[in-house]
Protein backbone atom coordinates (compact mmCIF):
# COMPACT_ATOMS: atom_id res chain seq x y z
CA UNK A 1 0.00 0.00 0.00
CA UNK A 2 1.41 3.51 -0.96
CA UNK A 3 1.69 5.28 2.52
CA UNK A 4 2.20 8.74 0.47
CA UNK A 5 2.60 10.80 -2.72
CA UNK A 6 5.98 11.26 -4.60
CA UNK A 7 7.65 13.95 -3.20
CA UNK A 8 7.06 15.49 -6.95
CA UNK A 9 3.58 15.97 -7.43
CA UNK A 10 2.91 15.33 -10.96
CA UNK A 11 1.85 17.62 -13.99
CA UNK A 12 -1.26 17.32 -16.44
CA UNK A 13 -1.66 19.43 -19.11
CA UNK A 14 -5.45 19.65 -20.45
CA UNK A 15 -6.02 20.51 -24.02
CA UNK A 16 -9.51 22.47 -24.50
CA UNK A 17 -11.03 24.84 -27.02
CA UNK A 18 -13.47 27.41 -25.67
CA UNK A 19 -16.15 26.37 -28.56
CA UNK A 20 -19.45 26.06 -27.11
CA UNK A 21 -19.35 24.53 -23.41
CA UNK A 22 -18.56 20.73 -25.04
CA UNK A 23 -15.24 20.82 -24.70
CA UNK A 24 -14.48 23.51 -22.00
CA UNK A 25 -16.80 21.27 -18.96
CA UNK A 26 -15.60 18.02 -19.41
CA UNK A 27 -11.96 19.84 -19.06
CA UNK A 28 -13.21 21.22 -15.35
CA UNK A 29 -14.86 18.23 -14.73
CA UNK A 30 -11.59 16.48 -15.35
CA UNK A 31 -9.50 18.87 -13.52
CA UNK A 32 -11.51 18.53 -10.49
CA UNK A 33 -11.55 15.26 -10.40
CA UNK A 34 -7.79 14.80 -10.74
CA UNK A 35 -7.30 17.41 -7.93
CA UNK A 36 -9.84 15.50 -5.53
CA UNK A 37 -7.89 12.15 -5.96
CA UNK A 38 -4.21 14.07 -6.02
CA UNK A 39 -4.59 16.80 -4.06
CA UNK A 40 -0.87 17.36 -4.97
CA UNK A 41 -1.14 17.36 -8.77
CA UNK A 42 -0.47 20.56 -11.46
CA UNK A 43 -3.08 20.57 -13.96
CA UNK A 44 -3.11 22.89 -16.25
CA UNK A 45 -5.76 23.49 -18.93
CA UNK A 46 -5.11 25.60 -22.14
CA UNK A 47 -7.22 26.83 -24.64
CA UNK A 48 -5.49 25.13 -28.12
CA UNK A 49 -6.89 27.20 -30.45
CA UNK A 50 -4.59 30.74 -29.63
CA UNK A 51 -1.62 28.78 -30.09
CA UNK A 52 -3.09 26.38 -33.70
CA UNK A 53 -3.10 29.68 -35.49
CA UNK A 54 -5.57 31.60 -37.22
CA UNK A 55 -6.78 29.71 -39.60
CA UNK A 56 -7.62 26.58 -37.16
CA UNK A 57 -9.10 29.43 -34.76
CA UNK A 58 -11.13 30.82 -37.65
CA UNK A 59 -12.15 27.86 -38.54
CA UNK A 60 -12.78 25.65 -35.51
CA UNK A 61 -14.83 29.01 -33.95
CA UNK A 62 -15.56 31.56 -35.89
CA UNK A 63 -17.04 29.61 -38.63
CA UNK A 64 -18.84 27.33 -36.49
CA UNK A 65 -21.06 30.34 -34.77
CA UNK A 66 -22.11 31.78 -38.20
CA UNK A 67 -22.62 28.03 -39.63
CA UNK A 68 -24.37 27.21 -36.55
CA UNK A 69 -27.08 29.85 -36.44
CA UNK A 70 -27.38 31.15 -40.56
CA UNK A 71 -26.06 28.23 -42.91
CA UNK A 72 -26.94 24.73 -41.78
CA UNK A 73 -26.51 23.28 -44.70
CA UNK A 74 -23.16 24.35 -44.82
CA UNK A 75 -22.47 22.57 -42.12
CA UNK A 76 -23.35 19.08 -43.42
CA UNK A 77 -20.97 20.22 -46.41
CA UNK A 78 -18.27 20.34 -44.17
CA UNK A 79 -18.83 17.69 -41.94
CA UNK A 80 -18.58 15.21 -44.87
CA UNK A 81 -15.48 17.15 -46.59
CA UNK A 82 -13.55 17.64 -43.38
CA UNK A 83 -14.63 14.16 -41.81
CA UNK A 84 -16.89 11.80 -43.59
CA UNK A 85 -15.31 11.53 -46.86
CA UNK A 86 -11.50 9.89 -46.49
CA UNK A 87 -9.43 11.48 -49.06
CA UNK A 88 -10.56 15.17 -47.80
CA UNK A 89 -10.60 13.52 -44.45
CA UNK A 90 -6.87 13.05 -45.05
CA UNK A 91 -6.12 16.30 -46.43
CA UNK A 92 -7.35 17.95 -43.84
CA UNK A 93 -5.72 16.06 -41.07
CA UNK A 94 -2.57 16.57 -42.86
CA UNK A 95 -3.03 20.27 -43.59
CA UNK A 96 -4.37 20.99 -39.54
CA UNK A 97 -1.27 19.20 -38.37
CA UNK A 98 1.04 21.59 -40.69
CA UNK A 99 -0.85 24.36 -39.21
CA UNK A 100 -0.77 23.65 -35.61
CA UNK A 101 1.80 21.75 -34.71
CA UNK A 102 4.21 24.72 -34.10
CA UNK A 103 1.98 26.01 -31.36
CA UNK A 104 1.18 23.19 -29.80
CA UNK A 105 4.56 22.16 -29.03
CA UNK A 106 5.76 25.23 -28.29
CA UNK A 107 3.01 25.12 -25.38
CA UNK A 108 3.96 21.74 -24.02
CA UNK A 109 7.51 23.16 -23.93
CA UNK A 110 6.49 25.57 -21.98
CA UNK A 111 4.40 24.00 -19.62
CA UNK A 112 6.51 20.56 -19.67
CA UNK A 113 3.56 18.18 -18.30
CA UNK A 114 4.38 14.40 -17.36
CA UNK A 115 1.16 13.32 -19.60
CA UNK A 116 -1.12 15.43 -22.11
CA UNK A 117 -5.06 15.05 -21.91
CA UNK A 118 -7.12 16.48 -25.25
CA UNK A 119 -10.53 17.16 -25.27
CA UNK A 120 -10.92 18.88 -28.24
CA UNK A 121 -10.42 16.60 -31.35
CA UNK A 122 -8.64 18.60 -33.71
CA UNK A 123 -5.80 19.15 -30.89
CA UNK A 124 -6.26 15.46 -30.50
CA UNK A 125 -5.73 14.31 -34.18
CA UNK A 126 -2.49 16.61 -34.14
CA UNK A 127 -1.01 15.45 -30.81
CA UNK A 128 -1.52 11.99 -32.49
CA UNK A 129 0.67 12.78 -35.14
CA UNK A 130 3.15 14.39 -33.47
CA UNK A 131 3.44 11.22 -31.04
CA UNK A 132 3.55 8.93 -34.32
CA UNK A 133 5.82 11.09 -35.77
CA UNK A 134 8.17 11.25 -32.66
CA UNK A 135 8.03 14.90 -32.32
CA UNK A 136 6.05 14.36 -29.38
CA UNK A 137 7.50 12.24 -26.59
CA UNK A 138 4.66 13.24 -23.73
CA UNK A 139 2.37 10.40 -23.39
CA UNK A 140 -1.04 11.37 -24.82
CA UNK A 141 -4.96 10.31 -23.82
CA UNK A 142 -7.26 11.56 -26.09
CA UNK A 143 -10.80 12.16 -24.50
CA UNK A 144 -13.84 10.99 -26.58
CA UNK A 145 -17.20 12.37 -24.61
CA UNK A 146 -19.31 12.11 -28.60
CA UNK A 147 -20.84 8.58 -28.86
CA UNK A 148 -20.59 8.51 -32.80
CA UNK A 149 -18.35 9.87 -35.61
CA UNK A 150 -15.17 9.67 -33.70
CA UNK A 151 -12.71 10.59 -36.48
CA UNK A 152 -10.19 13.63 -34.58
CA UNK A 153 -11.64 12.14 -31.36
CA UNK A 154 -9.58 8.56 -32.31
CA UNK A 155 -6.24 8.52 -33.51
CA UNK A 156 -3.55 6.22 -33.96
CA UNK A 157 -0.89 8.57 -32.00
CA UNK A 158 -2.57 8.49 -28.43
CA UNK A 159 -1.35 6.29 -25.69
CA UNK A 160 -4.80 6.28 -24.00
CA UNK A 161 -8.54 6.83 -25.26
CA UNK A 162 -10.94 7.38 -22.41
CA UNK A 163 -14.39 7.24 -23.70
CA UNK A 164 -17.81 8.28 -22.20
CA UNK A 165 -20.29 5.31 -23.79
CA UNK A 166 -18.60 1.66 -23.72
CA UNK A 167 -20.83 1.70 -27.56
CA UNK A 168 -18.04 3.96 -29.02
CA UNK A 169 -15.12 1.42 -28.10
CA UNK A 170 -15.56 -0.72 -30.88
CA UNK A 171 -16.01 2.76 -33.79
CA UNK A 172 -12.26 3.97 -31.63
CA UNK A 173 -10.81 0.26 -32.42
CA UNK A 174 -11.77 0.89 -36.00
CA UNK A 175 -10.23 4.24 -36.50
CA UNK A 176 -7.14 4.08 -33.65
CA UNK A 177 -6.44 0.33 -34.46
CA UNK A 178 -7.45 -3.19 -32.62
CA UNK A 179 -4.52 -2.86 -30.38
CA UNK A 180 -5.56 0.67 -29.05
CA UNK A 181 -6.37 1.40 -25.50
CA UNK A 182 -9.52 2.19 -24.96
CA UNK A 183 -11.17 2.12 -21.44
CA UNK A 184 -14.41 3.46 -20.64
CA UNK A 185 -14.74 5.98 -17.62
CA UNK A 186 -16.83 8.75 -15.67
CA UNK A 187 -15.00 12.33 -15.07
CA UNK A 188 -16.26 14.22 -17.88
CA UNK A 189 -19.23 15.46 -16.25
CA UNK A 190 -19.46 17.03 -12.82
CA UNK A 191 -18.99 14.62 -9.79
CA UNK A 192 -22.84 15.56 -8.29
CA UNK A 193 -24.73 13.65 -11.34
CA UNK A 194 -23.02 10.05 -9.59
CA UNK A 195 -24.72 11.39 -6.71
CA UNK A 196 -28.39 10.34 -6.61
CA UNK A 197 -30.57 13.60 -6.66
CA UNK A 198 -34.55 12.97 -6.15
CA UNK A 199 -36.77 14.57 -8.15
CA UNK A 200 -39.00 16.55 -5.93
CA UNK A 201 -35.58 18.11 -3.72
CA UNK A 202 -34.40 19.24 -7.52
CA UNK A 203 -37.58 20.66 -8.23
CA UNK A 204 -37.77 22.78 -4.91
CA UNK A 205 -34.29 24.07 -5.45
CA UNK A 206 -35.43 24.95 -9.00
CA UNK A 207 -38.53 26.62 -7.99
CA UNK A 208 -41.03 24.14 -10.16
CA UNK A 209 -44.03 22.64 -9.34
CA UNK A 210 -43.60 19.03 -7.77
CA UNK A 211 -46.49 17.53 -9.32
CA UNK A 212 -46.96 18.81 -13.12
CA UNK A 213 -44.99 16.78 -15.67
CA UNK A 214 -42.25 18.84 -16.37
CA UNK A 215 -40.34 18.13 -20.10
CA UNK A 216 -37.16 20.40 -21.06
CA UNK A 217 -36.54 21.46 -24.24
CA UNK A 218 -32.73 22.19 -24.84
CA UNK A 219 -30.36 23.97 -27.52
CA UNK A 220 -27.00 22.93 -25.69
CA UNK A 221 -24.48 25.64 -25.13
CA UNK A 222 -24.97 27.18 -28.51
CA UNK A 223 -28.53 27.52 -28.36
CA UNK A 224 -29.42 25.68 -31.21
CA UNK A 225 -32.09 24.14 -32.83
CA UNK A 226 -36.22 23.75 -33.45
CA UNK A 227 -36.55 25.13 -29.70
CA UNK A 228 -39.68 27.23 -30.39
CA UNK A 229 -41.38 24.28 -32.28
CA UNK A 230 -40.17 21.57 -30.24
CA UNK A 231 -42.04 24.10 -27.39
CA UNK A 232 -45.19 24.14 -29.08
CA UNK A 233 -45.31 20.83 -30.28
CA UNK A 234 -44.69 19.12 -26.59
CA UNK A 235 -47.52 21.62 -24.59
CA UNK A 236 -49.92 20.27 -27.39
CA UNK A 237 -49.35 16.79 -25.49
CA UNK A 238 -51.82 15.66 -23.08
CA UNK A 239 -50.54 15.98 -19.65
CA UNK A 240 -47.50 17.94 -19.81
CA UNK A 241 -48.08 20.87 -17.11
CA UNK A 242 -44.63 22.79 -18.01
CA UNK A 243 -42.18 22.82 -20.30
CA UNK A 244 -38.40 24.80 -19.41
CA UNK A 245 -36.79 26.18 -22.82
CA UNK A 246 -32.58 26.04 -21.79
CA UNK A 247 -31.45 28.39 -24.43
CA UNK A 248 -27.36 28.32 -23.78
CA UNK A 249 -25.54 31.48 -24.42
CA UNK A 250 -27.98 32.51 -27.62
CA UNK A 251 -29.60 35.46 -25.60
CA UNK A 252 -31.24 36.25 -28.36
CA UNK A 253 -33.11 32.87 -28.85
CA UNK A 254 -33.93 33.36 -24.91
CA UNK A 255 -35.40 36.89 -25.70
CA UNK A 256 -37.13 35.65 -28.58
CA UNK A 257 -38.68 32.51 -26.76
CA UNK A 258 -39.64 34.95 -23.66
CA UNK A 259 -41.77 36.95 -25.61
CA UNK A 260 -43.41 34.14 -27.84
CA UNK A 261 -44.69 32.35 -24.77
CA UNK A 262 -45.02 35.42 -22.70
CA UNK A 263 -49.14 34.64 -22.12
CA UNK A 264 -48.57 30.76 -21.37
CA UNK A 265 -47.77 30.45 -17.18
CA UNK A 266 -46.44 26.97 -18.42
CA UNK A 267 -43.56 28.18 -20.35
CA UNK A 268 -39.93 28.90 -18.34
CA UNK A 269 -37.26 30.27 -20.49
CA UNK A 270 -33.66 29.81 -18.98
CA UNK A 271 -30.45 31.06 -20.33
CA UNK A 272 -27.38 29.66 -19.85
CA UNK A 273 -27.41 26.90 -16.35
CA UNK A 274 -25.02 25.48 -14.14
CA UNK A 275 -27.58 23.08 -12.62
CA UNK A 276 -27.86 20.98 -15.32
CA UNK A 277 -27.66 18.23 -12.54
CA UNK A 278 -31.43 19.26 -10.97
CA UNK A 279 -32.32 20.27 -14.06
CA UNK A 280 -32.50 16.72 -15.56
CA UNK A 281 -33.36 15.54 -12.09
CA UNK A 282 -36.43 17.52 -11.99
CA UNK A 283 -37.76 16.59 -15.76
CA UNK A 284 -39.78 14.28 -16.49
CA UNK A 285 -38.04 13.67 -20.36
CA UNK A 286 -35.49 15.86 -21.82
CA UNK A 287 -36.11 17.10 -26.04
CA UNK A 288 -32.42 18.08 -26.85
CA UNK A 289 -30.63 19.38 -30.24
CA UNK A 290 -26.51 18.47 -30.06
CA UNK A 291 -26.87 15.26 -28.80
CA UNK A 292 -23.28 14.93 -27.07
CA UNK A 293 -23.17 15.10 -23.01
CA UNK A 294 -26.36 16.70 -22.46
CA UNK A 295 -27.78 13.38 -23.52
CA UNK A 296 -24.93 11.47 -21.80
CA UNK A 297 -26.09 13.43 -18.64
CA UNK A 298 -29.78 12.76 -19.10
CA UNK A 299 -28.89 8.78 -18.60
CA UNK A 300 -26.55 9.60 -15.88
CA UNK A 301 -29.68 10.87 -14.73
CA UNK A 302 -32.37 8.28 -15.36
CA UNK A 303 -33.87 11.01 -17.77
CA UNK A 304 -35.58 9.61 -21.08
CA UNK A 305 -33.87 11.90 -24.03
CA UNK A 306 -35.12 12.69 -27.46
CA UNK A 307 -33.06 13.83 -30.05
CA UNK A 308 -34.76 16.35 -32.44
CA UNK A 309 -34.74 19.64 -34.18
CA UNK A 310 -31.40 19.95 -35.87
CA UNK A 311 -29.80 17.00 -36.94
CA UNK A 312 -26.78 18.30 -39.03
CA UNK A 313 -23.05 17.39 -39.73
CA UNK A 314 -21.64 14.75 -36.94
CA UNK A 315 -25.20 14.75 -34.81
CA UNK A 316 -26.66 12.77 -37.95
CA UNK A 317 -24.04 10.44 -36.88
CA UNK A 318 -25.02 10.80 -33.23
CA UNK A 319 -28.45 9.94 -33.56
CA UNK A 320 -27.99 7.49 -35.68
CA UNK A 321 -25.97 6.07 -32.56
CA UNK A 322 -28.74 6.26 -30.22
CA UNK A 323 -31.20 5.07 -32.04
CA UNK A 324 -28.81 1.81 -32.62
CA UNK A 325 -27.69 1.70 -29.26
CA UNK A 326 -31.17 2.34 -27.76
CA UNK A 327 -29.71 5.41 -26.02
CA UNK A 328 -32.25 8.14 -26.52
CA UNK A 329 -35.20 8.76 -28.78
CA UNK A 330 -35.13 10.66 -32.27
CA UNK A 331 -37.76 12.36 -33.96
CA UNK A 332 -37.77 13.51 -37.36
CA UNK A 333 -40.98 15.16 -37.40
CA UNK A 334 -43.33 17.39 -35.11
CA UNK A 335 -45.60 14.13 -35.23
CA UNK A 336 -42.77 11.95 -34.40
CA UNK A 337 -41.58 14.29 -31.76
CA UNK A 338 -45.38 14.34 -29.76
CA UNK A 339 -45.38 10.45 -30.40
CA UNK A 340 -41.91 10.14 -28.69
CA UNK A 341 -42.26 12.40 -25.93
CA UNK A 342 -45.59 10.87 -25.46
CA UNK A 343 -43.88 7.67 -25.03
CA UNK A 344 -41.02 8.73 -22.59
CA UNK A 345 -43.37 10.21 -20.34
CA UNK A 346 -44.83 6.75 -19.90
CA UNK A 347 -41.69 4.82 -19.96
CA UNK A 348 -40.80 6.87 -16.80
CA UNK A 349 -37.13 7.36 -15.30
CA UNK A 350 -34.39 4.50 -15.65
CA UNK A 351 -31.88 3.62 -13.28
CA UNK A 352 -28.07 4.46 -14.29
CA UNK A 353 -24.82 2.95 -12.70
CA UNK A 354 -22.12 5.07 -14.11
CA UNK A 355 -20.42 5.13 -10.73
CA UNK A 356 -19.65 1.70 -11.08
CA UNK A 357 -17.20 2.95 -13.94
CA UNK A 358 -13.60 3.57 -12.89
CA UNK A 359 -12.68 7.17 -12.66
CA UNK A 360 -10.65 9.13 -15.84
CA UNK A 361 -8.45 10.68 -13.39
CA UNK A 362 -7.26 7.15 -11.94
CA UNK A 363 -6.11 6.41 -15.76
CA UNK A 364 -4.30 9.98 -16.59
CA UNK A 365 -2.57 9.80 -12.99
CA UNK A 366 -1.96 6.10 -13.30
CA UNK A 367 0.26 7.23 -17.09
CA UNK A 368 1.39 10.49 -15.35
CA UNK A 369 3.75 8.35 -12.69
CA UNK A 370 4.84 5.53 -15.81
CA UNK A 371 6.31 8.82 -17.50
CA UNK A 372 8.03 9.75 -14.44
CA UNK A 373 9.65 6.31 -13.77
CA UNK A 374 10.25 5.76 -17.29
CA UNK A 375 12.25 8.72 -17.00
CA UNK A 376 13.79 8.36 -13.99
CA UNK A 377 15.27 4.70 -15.63
Known sequence: MRLGFPAVPPRVLIVTASVGEGHDAPARALADQLRSERPDVEVVTEDCLPVMGSAVSALSQGAARVV?????????VA????????PTRALTQRALTRLGSRGLLELIAAR????????????????????????????VCAVITDVAGLHYWATRGADLHLVTHPES???VHAIAGPDAEVHCVHGFTKAIFLAPRPTREARR???LDPDARLVLVSGGGWGVGALEEAASEVLSIDGVGQVVCLCGRNERLAAHLAQRFAGDPRVRVEGFTDQMSDWLAAADALVHSTGGLTVLEALMRGCPAISYG???????????????FGLAQVAATPTALRAAVAAALAQG??????????????FVLARAEQARLADAA
Do not use: C, Q
Not at 115 to 130: D, F, M
Not at 349 to 362: D, Y
Open 68 to 76: FYRFLWAWD
Open 79 to 86: FWVFARFA
Open 112 to 139: DPDVIVSVYPNATEVLGRLRTAGKLTIP
Open 169 to 171: IEE
Open 205 to 207: ALG
Open 310 to 324: WGRGHVRLHNAAFRR
Open 349 to 362: RTAAEFSMLPSAAS
